[in-house]
Every structure is written in C-alpha cells, then in structure tokens.
C-alpha cells in the first residue's frame, strides 16, 4: 500500500495540470481569450506538485523577485485571497504577467521539478490567484501612507511606469502619468491581442492605481505636448521616463512602399487599440488580406499572424530567415500559431516585394537561406544560397523585424544621454540617467525586452526615486548638531 502511495506520488510530481483552452478550429475566428484558466481544483492541484525548497531558485529567475513558494503554498491551502495578497507585495499586475510573461525562461526555468519533468505551472497559478481576487472584486487594502508631499511625473503608462506608480504610490509620493495614447496601459493595450491579453484585464489593473490615487492624463506627448523642463516648472520633484522603444524597423527591400505592405505595430494598433477587428462598430478601417505574409518570427510577428487569421486570412505565413530553434517568440505562442493554422517558411529572407499596376503588393522574392558561423548575438548567421530565388504570392505584409526608440521626446530634451542606437543611457541599478531628477527603465533603455523585465527596472528605479526624495525630506543638521 505504502509502495503504491510512493509511485502515486512520483506520478504526480511529474504530471503538470494542463490549463484548458478553446479548440483551435474555433479560436481560429474569434478574438476570445485562448487559454481558460484554472479552476480551484486545477490550481490546488498543481500548487501541490511545489517542492516547497528550502532554497527557491525560481525566485531568482523572477526580476521582481515574488516569493514564489509562499503564495503556491497558500493556493495549495486554499488560502486564495491570502495568496493574492502575498504576490502584490511585490507585484503589482499579476493577472497581466500570469498570461504574457515568459515563465519558461525565468521563475519556471529555474524550478528544480523542470530537471526531473515539467515545472510547476508557476505563471498559471499566478493568474488564478489574480482573477480569483478579480471575480471576487477583492481589492489591496494596505493602510495609505502618510502624504510625502512629493510629485513624480511617469511619462508612459506602460509596465514600467506602472510598476513605478504602484511602488510610489505605496510610499506616499504624489504621482501622475502622463500617457500619449487615449488609453493607458502602453504596449499592454496597443500591441497585445484580446485573445492573449483581455483589455477588461489592464484596465482593471490601471483601476486599481487610480483607487489608490494616481492621476492618469493621456492624449499627453511629452516631448511635444509639454517638455520635461516644462513639468520640473510645474513642481514635479522627479520624472520617470518609460515610453518604451515603438519606432517600427523595415526591411529597406525594393517594393516596401507598396501598398498593402504595413508595420507590426500599425497593424496590432489598429487592432487592439482601435478595436479595428469589431469594424464598422469600432469605425477603424483594418487592413485584411486573403494571402497574409508576416516577416519575423518574435512574439509581435506571432501576434500578427494569429490576428491576421483571425480576421478572415485564407493563409498566414510566418517568413524567418533562420531556423525555429532560433526562433525568439515564446514555445506556446509558436505552438498555438501552428495549432491555428498559420505556417513557417523558415531558412528563408525576402530579397523584394511586387506589386501591380496600381501599386499594391502582390507578392514577395525570397531567397533560401543556410546557418553560417554565429554572429554578434550568438546565433548562427544565415547566409543566402545562391540560385534559390522563389516568388510568394501575398496581398498583405505585416513586417515584424523589431523596434527602436522614438526620438520625440529624447531629441527634445536637452543633456539627456543616449546610446549609439537612440537608447537612453541609465544606471542599471538605480535607473537615473545624465539629467539630475530623470530617471528611465524598460525598452526605452535596453531595447526590446519582456513585460517582466521592464516591470523589475520599474521596480529599482522606484526604490531609488523613493530614496532620493527621502533624503531630501531629511532635516538637514546644524554645525552645532
């Protein structure tokens, strides 16, 4: 009996609970979330796999460092309300990173149950205990600080300057964001798709800082709008910058102004932000296409192409110039892409688009490509076979190859350093930057990078904005003290 308990066991360390999802036949059309989430038997369950360790190696791959075993402790108890509460200590948008974070390189990659099966279904676990909170309209009531009578202007309303906000917020600072767009949430509004990421989800999230007393002004472009300067003139004891790195990159290949030929971030845009994909309710235009090519293989190209289908596409290709091992877009966001039909053509790079008598895109040259030696970034550096040239036919090109900074509000800002690529130069412990009182975090520093990633520099830069304003609320001490 006690033998048969063991192997029972053993089984069950092994056996992650799956979260159930729509069928891809049927998710294929609709912008409904794909995965279902857990319910409290799910959750309780796959809480019971932890190993509880005495040393948790998954809170070191968490950037903004959640005491991971404590609330899956509690979800095993049934303790829902008390697991939420654990993880907003330190985190601030759980139902957001629970569905777009990637667990898999960070807190899951270093679970110790990943060397033996499969780790524990942390960023599931994380979401159930968010949207448990959520149903249940259970919101933080941590006792509100005593006032510091200090303000901090957040310029963008993105997962940094979020988590700016929420940890300022929390220490008494006065704090308004200022966001460009109608709506905040930056790249969580913009460029996630409903069917990963519900905007019900951000705004509830924005919500909360509201209630707890941030001021959000959008339709706001620093930089064109107002000047930094302009907001130390209003009284703003420090700024955060976290505007995020949007500029869209092309190909610079003969035929990219063809009609029919659009950026990731224009196309998702349109679609999430401008509800373009609900036309004529939402009167936003969206360009559709039968024969859909997307250039890239990251998350955003993933997100094109899922949403390209979505809309009515016949067929959606993903065209990547290297290899799927190379791929940089997360394993289920690949594995949901093939599931809904969308396919690879890998090994291959567009050489020029072709167009018709009236300048719209019919079709793309490709060239098959091999992995050379690696180059700068590690990976193997594809190199094009000579005599391989092939046509495409396509009538909308989503290019999906990246993003870089967007110069309005860096080039209007006098003394702020920059890298060679546009980037703003900050610490990365602290975030301050060259301007006295400026500091920056996310994509706008380092390029490109997670949701996570951005929310944990949000995190340091907050503990050193707080600790600056601190020191200047100090007393200063006599000759005679």
Known sequence: MAENEDLAEKEREKNRVAMPEQEPEERRRNFEEVPLGYTPEMAVAEASRCLQCKSPTCIEGCPVEIDIPAFIRLIK??????????????????????????????????????????????????????????????????????????????????????TVAADLLARGHQVTIFEAL????????????????????????????EDQGAEIRGNTVIGRTITMDELFEE??????????????????????????????????????LMK???????????????????LGAGNVAMDSARTAMRLGADSVRIVYRRSRDEMPARAAEIHHAEEEGVEFLLLTNPTRFLGDDEGRVVGMECIRMVLGEPDASGRRRPVPIQGSEFEIPCDLVIIAVGTGANPLLTRSTDGLELNRRGYIVADPETGETSIEGVWAGGDIVTGSATVIEAMGAGRRAARSIHERLTRDLQPSKSVED
Not at 276 to 294: H, I, L, S
Request: charged share 25%; glycine share 12%.
């Open 77 to 162: 108890e049934e303790k829902f309300d008390e697991a939420i509460r654990k993880i907003w200590e330190k985190n601030r948008l759980p139902a957001i990173c629970g569905r777009v974070c990637p667990q898999e390189t960070q807190c899951e990659g270093r679970c110790l149950l990943a060397k033996k099966g499969r780790p524990i279904a942390i960023g599931n676990l994380e979401r159930f205990a968010a949207d448990s909170a959520r149903e249940k309209g259970l919101k933080d009531l941590s006792p509100k600080p005593e006032p510091s009578g200090k303000r901090v202007a957040i310029v963008g309303s993105g997962p940094a300057g979020l």
């Open 182 to 209: 109608h709506k905040p949430g930056g790249v969580l509004v913009y460029g996630i798709p409903e069917f990963r990421l519900p905007k019900e989800i951000v705004a509830d999230e924005v919500e909360s800082l």
């Open 276 to 294: 373009a994909y609900q036309f004529p309710e939402y009167d936003t235009p969206m360009p559709k296409g039968k024969n859909v090519v997307v």
């Open 235 to 272: 009284g703003y004891d420090a700024i955060f910058i976290g505007v995020g790195a949007g500029l869209p990159r092309f190909m610079n290949i003969p035929g990219e102004n063809l009609v029919g030929i659009l950026s990731a971030n224009e196309y998702l845009t349109r679609a999430n």
